[in-house]
Nanobody, 124 residues
Framework: QLQLVESGGGLVQPGGSLRLSCVASGAPLDYYAIGWFRQAPGKDRQGVSCISDGRTNYADSVKGRFTTSRDNAKNTVYLQMNSLQPEDTGIYYC???????????????????WGQGTQVTVSS
């Protein structure tokens, strides 16, 4: 059974960068579409990106700043976050679904498996 573990979160100043990792075990990651989500305190979980079938889709709020990539040999998906701002603060999750994203950043209910999340705090 597929399991996901995120890492790489932390405290960073505005304008800084972080790279999150989502490591999969139990199944080859390239069988799945992988989404990144974030959840700020008191807010709904928000889709950030989705990578599948050779394409990556991003939420408008992160386009040009965040990049999602995958290394199938390492069974890992990355989220490179640049030019971070305080509004990027939240718990970041990766999630897997057994179907393509098909050009969209899909809502959370479209995903079957979730990691435990990693905290990202952007503050001076």
């Amino acid at each position: 059974q597929l399991q996901l573990v995120e890492s790489g979160g932390g405290l960073v100043q505005p304008g800084g960068s972080l790279r999150l990792s989502c490591v999969a075990s139990g199944a080859p990651l390239d069988y799945y579409a992988i989404g990144w989500f974030r959840q700020a305190p008191g807010k709904d979980r928000q889709g950030v990106s989705c990578i599948s079938d050779g394409r990556t889709n991003y939420a408008d709020s992160v386009k040009g700043r965040f990049t999602t990539s995958r290394d199938n040999a390492k069974n890992t998906v990355y989220l490179q976050m640049n030019s971070l701002q305080p509004e990027d603060t939240g718990i970041y999750y990766c999630a897997a679904r057994a179907r393509y994203c098909s050009g969209y950043v899909l809502p959370s209910y479209e995903y079957e498996r979730w990691g435990q999340g990693t905290q990202v705090t952007v503050s001076s």
